[in-house]
T-cell receptor, first 113, second 113 residues
Framework: DAGITQSPRHKVTETGTPVTLRCHQT?????MYWYRQDPGHGLRLIHY???????DKGEVSDGYSVSRSKTEDFLLTLESATSSQTSVYFC????????????FGPGTRLTVT | GENVEQHPSTLSVQEGDSAVIKCTYS??????FPWYKQELGKRPQLIID?????GEKKDQRIAVTLNKTAKHFSLHITETQPEDSAVYFC????????????FGTGTSLTVIP
């Protein structure tokens, strides 16, 4: 597996609390992504980054923010968690240039009660 | 944006038989089509991909075909084995800013021994 870690791997939190998920890579890849995975919906892009401090929204970005202050770290923040944000969150990385492949981290299972 | 549809949602085959999963996409500018395999509780793993300048690609028992005119692509698994049981996802991307992937909703493949 590519050098990608996610933390925490599991989290239970209450509605209305802020939550931050961390993705860390050791591959020095330019692109980083946050997806959520829900039954019947496959993988949906939340936000992505194409460089330090360069981020953009994906198709399901409402209620989420991201930050990337270093190449290796990409943070996903739920400012005020809701039950609809209960999901499995995957980080992915991709190099720049002619390579298109994305490689996924192990995932974070988040439960909002 | 791009819309990827995947069929069937579930597929059961006898061990040794072939399995075929089909995806359609809407954006004619899409030019890269990966397939991921996800075992229960694991991360999605890239198993094969194809670019728009190629019609077919094989890797041992798996193959992918692409029909750009009809905007569909398919995953073919021959001589299926129980370890092929997993959820398979197709995706498409246009290699625009950030190389955003658009995923299908997944096919749960069960290989019956």
């Amino acid at each position: 597996d590519a050098g990608i870690t996610q933390s925490p791997r599991h989290k239970v939190t209450e509605t209305g609390t802020p939550v931050t998920l961390r993705c860390h890579q050791t591959e020095n890849h330019r692109y980083m992504y946050w997806y959520r995975q829900d039954p019947g919906h496959g993988l949906r892009l939340i936000h992505y980054s194409y460089g330090v401090k360069d981020t953009d929204k994906g198709e399901v970005s409402d209620g989420y923010s991201v930050s990337r202050s270093k190449t290796e770290d990409f943070l996903l923040t739920l400012e005020s968690a809701t039950s609809s944000q209960t999901s499995v969150y995957f980080c992915a990385i991709s190099p720049s240039g002619a390579t298109y492949e994305q490689y996924f981290g192990p995932g974070t299972r988040l439960t909002v009660t | 944006g791009e819309n990827v549809e995947q069929h069937p949602s579930t597929l059961s085959v006898q061990e040794g038989d072939s399995a075929v999963i089909k995806c359609t996409y809407s954006d004619s500018a899409s030019n890269y089509f990966p397939w991921y395999k996800q075992e229960l509780g694991k991360r999605p793993q890239l198993i094969i991909d194809i670019r728009s300048n190629v019609g077919e690609k094989k890797d041992q028992r798996i193959a992918v075909t692409l029909n750009k005119t009809a905007k569909h692509f398919s995953l073919h698994i021959t001589e299926t084995q129980p370890e092929d049981s997993a959820v398979y996802f197709c995706a498409a991307t246009t290699r625009n800013t950030g190389n955003q992937f658009y995923f299908g909703t997944g096919t749960s493949l069960t290989v019956i021994p």
